[in-house]
């Protein structure tokens, strides 16, 4: 026996699971939490497979109010889900209770873990293939806010306080570049350059925030492509998972990131940068998708800054890699020496990719607020 399979086996035995264990295996694409697939053999011979997760205590400082939050926005979906068979295939992402009957476990070795059901016949991809899929996962991020649209956001916590203040995240670079405490500035001046030169967007969306002419709604917050399970025979999206971040936000900011992660022909750490492309004809895949379920809740100021939160959210996620690039790689799981400078360079240019495009981007929501 494995010690991975002892693990495995470990946690699993703490949820109420039927069967038993037969399979395990570790899944390493999220950055953040450390995931396991488990199977089970049930007494009808019937194998079940489980998603064992821990969450990451570093990033989630309260794990806790985050699995309360998920058990909230789970709850309300299914609910609707049963009443109004309102999702996609007919499968949502369900919790299972601890031996306890709590919605999370805490490991033998520390940690606190939770249990999803494994929604079957899915697969999920890092880079988009067609126009088809970049449609279906924006259609299953702007239902999942459609779903969660009228869960009043003082009914789910702030888990990571600024999650997308892009201003605060600047100047946490700023510092990180003042302090420069892994002797790295020196090599990455191109980078700030290219950011500092681009201070003044940090603040157009809390600016609009602010002053009341956006409002706040319970949003994903983590909107990427391997995030929506898509139907592999289909190439329907059934369901969005990892809701970990699931917090009062901006909507902006989770179409944006669908744009930053699903419109790129390279994955978000390809090395060779001039592979890097906003694609028009899958940008505007997604805006149909997206606008197919969320346009009934949207504000004619919402549809008009789809375009812009692309190119903001994309630059801060530049700015969160390359902060954490100058403080020694302790946010985000690196896999190689350079690798979050290496991501941070994609999403710059991915930055000037929509800059380039910007315009066209723009005239293709417009029609959607002349309808
Ligand atoms: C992190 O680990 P993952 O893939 O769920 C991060 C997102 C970033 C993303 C960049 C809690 O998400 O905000 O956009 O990496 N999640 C957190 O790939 O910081
Ligand atoms: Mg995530």
Known sequence: MTELFRNIAEIGACFAIEGTFVEGEEIESGHINTTYLAAYLSDDGEVNRYILQRINENV????????????????????????????????????YPGRDGKNCVEGASGGIWRCYNCIEGCCTYDVVENTRQAYQAAKAFGAFQDLVSDLPVEKVSVTIPGFHDTPARYARLMDAIAKDSHRRVDRVQDEIDFITSREGITAVLLDHLKAGRLVERVTHNDTKLNNVMIDAQTDEAVCVIDLDTVMPGLALYDFG?????????????????????MRLPMFEAIVEGYLETAKNFLTP????????SAKLITMETGIRF?????????????????????????????VKSIEDQEAQMNDFVAKWNRA
């Open 322 to 350: 390359l902060t954490d690039h100058l403080e020694g790689d302790k946010y985000f799981k690196i896999h190689r020496e350079g690798h979050n400078l290496d991501r941070c360079r994609t999403q710059l240019a991915l």
């Open 301 to 308: 100021l919402e549809i008009e800054l789809l375009p812009f």
């Open 257 to 277: 990131d669908l744009i930053r992660g699903a419109t790129s022909p390279v994955s978000e750490d390809e090395k060779d940068v001039s592979k890097v492309e």
């Open 60 to 95: 989630f400082p309260e794990p806790l109010v985050v699995m309360k939050n998920i058990e909230r926005v789970t709850r309300h979906i299914n609910r609707k889900v049963f009443r109004h068979k309102r999702d996609f295939g007919g499968q949502t992402l369900n919790l």
